[in-house]
């Protein structure tokens, strides 16, 4: 622990994130950082709490509870506020081989879970972290670690999002030769053209990819594995052994009267279209998905709507609007879901704290479902019609959503962004290599072990968990390195 009556002495404080009619303006980083005095104060709010359950890293009611990836975070604390920073961050690259990006985009269930919390707000466990990756750049101690000896085994790494990476990274530390194959463009899957730049610049993920590069991990883009080109059973022909960390990436549809008008989206081509666009910086190419001047509609809520909202706002959108089927949560933690749970609580995000800061409101509306889309004579989008609903049970106890009789509404809609998740991977790989599935079509393979049917073939992150958070995806790929390693070479030094 830092100051033993700091928890005490000292209130909850977070850097002020830049103003939001300011930053719609550009697509630099929402973020901003605390000195480091303040980042020492906060650090010391952390407690001698006994039983640290902020790194317990479990799943409780379907929801993280604590650090998946078990970051030892009373440590680390500590030593930032005796200003051990090179020390903190030693601490903090045991457990989390990009602790710059999960500090930025992580929901942080380990401040939901913090003992604090129970009586105080928690300790603000995201920012230190990424004030110590941070600081590690900037002050040079994180510098390329290739490993002092090659076994001579060949791994292939399918997919580089956050899963990939940690698992090509924790397999070259154990001296293994790594190639992670991604059929986009620039390496860091979701990293790279899921999360929009202002959340997370990707000079960050690319300064690591390059690290990793100088490490010995070798990157091939623009290979899309089970294709002719490169054939998924070529691999296993080629490499000792195998990993799959190809994502769930089957966006889910919305099957009804009039989908297929042009202007409706899937959230994640808008969000990939974006960035490549920004990287390519080619101010005379046309947006090839574009909210400028356009009525906006977001289907669905969670990080990528959200992300959706902001970069809508970004590219100067009439409107915004994001429709919720489920209700809207309570400003303060129920009886039903008490601590070390995740907090299900109202949250204003970063897209909309700029919608209402533009535009006066909240954009969300809750407990609404869209019944049909209607077009104009050029089989474009041009309105949206939708009911309000409520959730009732059925005679087996199944809830389903229940409309609400005259609550009809018609909504402006030139643009429809369709965020209502993932339903699991692609089925061009796992038929080609003849992987079993599970019930929600993910490969099969068992967590802690990660191997599927075909030996030598492993499968992690959302590929084989379904839709899940970024920090999932670095525990899963650091397991599935660890069981690589193991059926390797017999046994394993890999935490």
Known sequence: MGKPTGFIEYQRELPENRPPLERIRDWHEFHTHLPAQELKTQAGRCMDCGVPFCHTGTLISGMASGCPINNLIPEWNDLVYHGLWKQ???????????????????????????VLGIIEPPVTIKTIEQAIADKGFEEGWIVPEPPQYRTGKKVAVVGSGPSGLSCAAQLNRAGHLVTVYERADRIGGLLMYGIPNMKLDKTVVQRRVELMAQEGIQFITGAAIGTDGFPATALREEFDAVV??????RPRDLA??????????????????????????????????????KHVIVIGGGDTGTDCVATAMRHGCKSVTQFEIMARPPDTRQPDNPWPEWPKVYRLDYGQEEAAARFGDDPRNYLIMTEQFAGDDNSHVKTLHTVNIEWAQDENGRFFPKKIPNSEKTWPADLVLLAMGFLGPEDTIADQLALERDARTNIKADEGLYATNIAGIFAAGDMRRGQSLVVWAIYEGRGAARECDRYLMGTTALP
């Open 88 to 114: 903190a961050l030693e601490r903090l690259h045991k457990t989390n081989n990009f602790p710059e990006f999960t500090g930025r985009v992580c929901p942080a269930p380990c401040e939901g879970s913090c």
């Open 244 to 249: 799959l960390c190809c994502g769930a990436t």
């Open 256 to 293: 009804i009267e009039g989908r297929n008008l042009e202007g409706i989206h899937f959230a994640i081509d808008f969000l990939h279209a974006n960035t490549r666009h920004l990287l390519d910086n080619d101010s005379n190419s046309k947006m090839e998905i574009s909210a400028k001047n």
